[in-house]
T-cell receptor, first 109, second 112 residues
């Protein structure tokens, strides 16, 4: 089983839609959690950290369920500029970041 | 402040050659990590350095080596290149693990 798994995608949604991405991780010692976005042939960029209490940044909401080892990202009112690959990242305490394979999102006009 | 900078941006090498990739972290960041990203996959961890000491190593062969200098910049070396080493090599720096890591634009290595 891979350390971090994500929805296989791709997701094709119309502008204005709400889309949710799911991620599961296998290492229960994971302490830090993030969502990154990566545009085609560009470097990953930090989108947001994920906290146990859940957190929101504008149209983006991230949730963490430690008991289920599950992370989610919700994008509301999606824009064309949201088209990218979304990477789920976990980090066990004191260790490197482990990336999921990514889920590609295409927002269509 | 400048972000993470990597050089070169693109590189073409032949099988069996050696390559050195360079990275300068964000000012004040003491941790540098290297990742390999093959098309269609997420980045795979290669090395992490903190305060010039290796803090972690991923599942890569001994052909891969790295080091960190007193100014916290870093080099990744790959010897005896194989076709399968063709990938985007990403460097990331971080101040504190809790705040995530910031990536350079990467070096796209093509081995022919």
């Amino acid at each position: 089983r891979k350390e971090v798994e994500q929805d296989p995608g791709p997701f094709n949604v119309p502008e204005g839609a709400t889309v949710a991405f799911n991620c599961t991780y296998s290492n229960s010692a994971s302490q830090s959690f993030f969502w990154y976005r990566q545009d085609c042939r560009k470097e990953p960029k930090l989108l947001m950290s994920v906290y146990s209490s859940g957190n929101e940044d504008g149209r983006f909401t991230a949730q963490l369920n430690r008991a289920s080892q599950y992370i989610s990202l919700l994008i509301r009112d999606s824009k064309l500029s949201d088209s990218a690959t979304y990477l789920c990242v976990v980090s066990p305490y004191g260790q490197n970041f482990v990336f999921g394979p990514g889920t590609r999102l295409s927002v269509l006009p | 402040d400048a972000g993470v900078t990597q050089s070169p941006t693109h590189l073409i090498k032949t099988r069996g050659q050696q390559v050195t990739l360079r990275c300068s972290p964000i000012s004040g960041h003491k941790s540098v990590s290297w990742y390999q990203q093959v098309l269609g996959q997420g980045p795979q961890f290669i090395f992490q350095y903190y305060e010039k000491e290796e803090r972690g190593r991923g599942n890569f062969p001994d052909r891969f080596s790295a080091r960190q200098f007193p100014n916290y910049s870093s080099e990744l070396n790959v010897n005896a290149l194989l076709l399968g080493d063709s990938a985007l090599y990403l460097c990331a720096s971080s101040r504190d693990r809790e705040f995530g890591a910031f990536f350079g634009q990467g070096t796209r290595l093509t081995v022919v």
